[in-house]
């Protein structure tokens, strides 16, 4: 382990190498980085890339990288999302006849809407602040992700959110979740935005939706193992004693106190266990190092004739340009139109299921097929648009599968006396929602050049897009139960909107790189495309 972290720290200029690509002519020259991520000068000798072997580095970054990332992830959304598993009441030991479990259930073990005293639109609204806090404070963390190191910065904030999510545990009323789950939105803000930007420091743009997926799949694993940890708490029996009961406290809290305790553990880890940036990973040889740095600064222009490098230095003009970029807000509308149907899934799934007659053990259980199910598409699909170097045709049609999804939960609904039929809706809809939001992700990092515009850009399409799962926290009112027609007919609406917003960035962007092809090459030196980043004239978005 000190080997490891010695490794991944040193920032010596042994590590610090500049490559050249073979296909490039002559030895390009990388930029070193000290310890805080930053740009230093130094005279860089040129590595011999000949012999790197792409699938074998691309294997090792993976095998090193994503599984921890995974982890995080699932363990973000887990606690994110493990209030609506705490929400169910558990009743007569009927459930346990359901999957043949013998042990005595007692009757009425209490849900946290109960024992907190909580009404319909309180429990909603212990929902919809996460959100506020959750993205307000994504732009600084990615910000602060590469000036303080990914080692350090991302540990540190799961520590942060898993105290948070162990106190929870032992909140008295509906003013003390309330405050929890805000302080719960600061500490998570920084994870996924982190993450995905962490993803493209180290793989390239026809790399980087197949390993978005990878570790976004977490979120689908989550959903699974969630209800299968309140099912686990509420229903098994533990040495002949229920977990509800144990210390005093109701069966809801040890999900919160657990899963918050298992996070803490799990960021320690972690402190040990991420890297840094390609340029310092011990892991790499130094001509490997070389080729991860070359490809990652090159991929913006290398379709256009003239190879331009990115940007890696810090300015905040860069931030500036992020919030005027035309396609952050355009994407946003494709965002919401995957994340509304995303957040309203994972946090009313299991009250869905319970309500069309389904005990609340069998509604938690029934979620764990449509989860993994949806984690498996989700790989498949960004391996198929990785290797067509395509993403909105991927994002289109998954959002298509969304909408019929969606269409047969109102026309089941409405029809009533069919829960099955339900049901499948919703396993089709999931099952859309998952493979679109990486390439959605994906898309949007995809087109935005120079490192530090990258990072903002991505926070603010992460963050703001995340205002819908505020939205979608209300679009199921106990009012509507058990049909829920107004709850899936929102998520329709804003799917319809977010189509629209596909069609218009593809068009938009194969405007601008046919325009963009009868450019002059030369037309501006290095430096100024550089700074210019994706709005230079040898830059091209990926379609």
Not at 136 to 141: C, D, K, N, Q, T
Not at 311 to 331: C, M, N, P
Not at 448 to 472: C, D, E, T
Request: hydrophobic share 45%.
């Amino acid at each position: 382990m000190p080997n490891l972290l010695r490794g991944r720290r040193d920032m010596s200029s042994e590590k610090s190498s500049t490559s050249h690509h073979d296909d490039l002519p002559g030895a390009v020259r990388l930029p070193a980085t000290d310890e805080k991520g930053e740009v230093i000068d130094a005279e860089l000798a040129g590595a011999d890339t000949s012999g790197v072997d792409p699938k074998k580095v691309l294997l090792k970054m993976d095998l090193r990288l994503i599984p921890m990332l995974a982890l995080l992830y699932l363990l973000s959304f887990l606690d994110r999302g493990n209030i609506g598993n705490a929400r169910e009441r558990y009743s007569e030991s009927s459930s346990c006849a359901t999957v043949k479990l013998t042990a005595d259930i007692p009757a009425g073990i209490e849900g946290l809407t109960e024992t907190l005293n909580m009404t319909g639109p309180q429990y909603n609204w212990t929902l919809t602040v996460f959100f506020f806090t959750y993205c307000a404070f994504e732009v600084p963390s990615n910000l602060l992700l590469k000036r303080l190191r990914p080692s350090i910065w991302l540990p540190s904030i799961m520590v942060a959110w898993g105290t948070v999510m162990t106190l929870m545990g032992i909140v008295q009323d509906f003013k003390g979740l309330l405050i929890a789950r805000l302080f719960l939105g600061v500490t998570e803000a920084g994870l996924y935005p982190g993450v995905a930007y962490y993803i493209t420091m180290w793989y390239c743009r026809t790399e980087a939706q197949f390993r978005q997926a990878m570790f976004f799949s977490a979120a689908s694993v989550a959903g699974a193992f969630s209800g299968l940890l309140a099912y686990a708490i509420a229903v098994s029996s533990i040495l002949q004693q229920k977990m509800d009961g144990v210390g005093g406290y109701e069966g809801w809290r040890w999900i919160f106190i657990l899963e918050g305790i298992l996070t803490v553990v799990v960021a320690i880890i972690a402190y040990f266990t991420i890297y840094d940036f390609p340029e310092t990973a011990e892991f790499l040889t130094e001509p490997e190092r070389a080729w991860v740095v070359h490809r990652l600064r090159y991929q913006g222009s290398k379709d256009s004739g003239q190879m331009v490098a990115e940007s890696e230095h810090f300015k905040w003009k860069y931030v500036r340009e992020a919030f005027t970029d035309w396609q952050i807000y355009l994407g946003l509308w494709m965002y919401w139109g995957i994340v509304c149907p995303l957040y309203g899934t994972s946090l009313f799934l299991p009250s869905i299921i319970r309500e069309l007659g389904y005990t609340s053990s069998t509604a938690q259980l029934l979620t764990v097929p449509i989860y993994i199910t949806a984690a498996i598409l989700a790989v498949a699909v960004a391996w198929f648009s990785d290797r067509s170097g395509q993403r909105s045709p991927y994002i289109f049609a998954c959002m298509c599968v969304i909408g019929v999804g969606f269409i047969i939960c109102i026309s089941a609904s409405a029809h009533g006396g069919v829960p099955g039929v339900v049901y499948a809706g919703i396993f089709i809809a999931v099952c859309g929602i998952y493979p679109a939001f990486p390439g959605n992700v994906t898309w949007i990092s995809n087109n935005l050049a120079g490192s530090y515009k990258r990072s903002a850009g991505m926070a603010i399409h992460i963050g703001v897009g995340n205002l819908a799962g505020a939205m979608a926290s209300n679009f199921y009112r106990e009012a509507d139960s058990p049909q829920y027609i107004l709850g899936h007919s929102l998520e329709l609406g804003f799917l319809a909107v977010g189509l629209c917003a596909v069609v218009g960035l593809r068009w938009n962007y194969q405007r601008i790189n046919r325009k963009r092809d009868q450019m002059p090459l030369g037309e501006f030196s290095d430096t100024e495309n550089s700074e210019k980043g994706d709005r230079a004239p040898t830059y091209r978005y990926v379609l």
